[in-house]
């Protein structure tokens, strides 16, 4: 499912919104910066 998120959010070349977190699961950031 997330895949498909990312493949609408992304497109266009727009910049990564959902992000895998290892041990955690997902997470959204809208400027990319790192922090969460």
Sequence with gaps: ???Y???KT???GE???VH???GVGY???ADGSGEA
Excluded: D, F, N
């Design 20 to 22: 895998t977190v290892r």
């Design 27 to 29: 997470a959204l950031r």
């Design 15 to 17: 910049p990564r919104l």
């Design 5 to 7: 998120l990312r493949r």
């Design 10 to 12: 992304e497109a266009g």
């Design 1 to 3: 499912y997330v895949m």
